[in-house]
């Protein structure tokens, strides 16, 4: 869940429509000949995808000890850890080369935590959940690797918007940054067109909640 503090109240973001919009995102993209890419829909469908796997927390949602609900950055390590089998499963028979994608997403997102023990199992195991499903895919590993920056690029766009995050963000040969309800990117990869933002949200107040059945049953 994507949490917003806005003054007195809390904004609930579920990761599939954080998801959803990074998608409607790429798909007005014009940079890097995404348009007319070869595996242009694949690329799509992981963008709209990639967190799928976080429905089931969404559903249950989370709270610490003292009952403050968590995001998906605060909630423990097994549970950011968990979601991405799912993801990935999820996808790896209808499109092996969408899940590859999704595993990588995985393996990227949380590549500042690879030397940490208690994340060796989940990147040995991600790692051979990505080349497996490239291997069913035909897929090149130097494919992928162009490829994956633009799912990464929605990701960050999205994640910007539904954080409300105001810090200026530097990706793969663009800059972004959050100006009131503006999302403004540069150099422009819209070709002048105004792309419209919009993400559902539930509005909670700014409280504790005691469990995450409290929770549930408040949103």
């Keep these: 869940m994507i949490i917003q503090l806005r003054k007195a109240h809390l904004l609930l973001i579920t990761q599939p429509d954080h998801a959803a ?16 890419h070869p595996r242009r829909e694949e690329i799509l469908a992981a963008t709209d995808h990639h967190d799928n796997g976080w429905q089931e927390e969404d559903t249950e949602l989370h709270v610490n000890e003292s009952g403050d609900p968590l995001d998906f950055v605060a909630v423990p390590p097994h549970v950011k850890q968990r979601i991405w089998r799912r993801a990935a499963g999820r996808w790896a028979a209808r499109s092996p080369y969408v899940a590859a ?29 990505r080349d497996e ?38 990706g793969i ?4 940054i959050l100006s009131g309800i503006t ?4 150099p422009d990869p819209f070709t002048g067109v105004r792309v419209p933002l919009e993400v ?5 107040p700014a409280a504790r909640y005691g469990s995450a059945a409290g929770l549930r049953a408040a949103l």
């Design 21 to 36: 919009l990074a998608g409607r995102i790429m798909r007005a993209w014009t940079l890097g000949r995404l348009p007319d």
């Design 101 to 129: 994608l999704i595993a990588q997403h995985a393996l990227t997102v949380h590549a500042p935590l690879a030397q940490d023990p208690s994340w060796g199992s989940f990147f040995r195991v991600m790692t051979r959940t």
């Design 133 to 170: 499903l490239l291997a069913r895919s035909g897929v090149t590993p130097e494919d992928l690797a162009a490829d994956y920056p633009f799912v990464r690029t929605g990701d960050q766009l999205s994640l910007i918007f539904c954080n409300g995050w105001t810090a200026p963000l530097t």
């Design 173 to 176: 040969g663009y800059k972004a």
């Design 183 to 186: 999302l403004q990117i540069t």
């Design 200 to 204: 559902t949200a539930r509005s909670l």
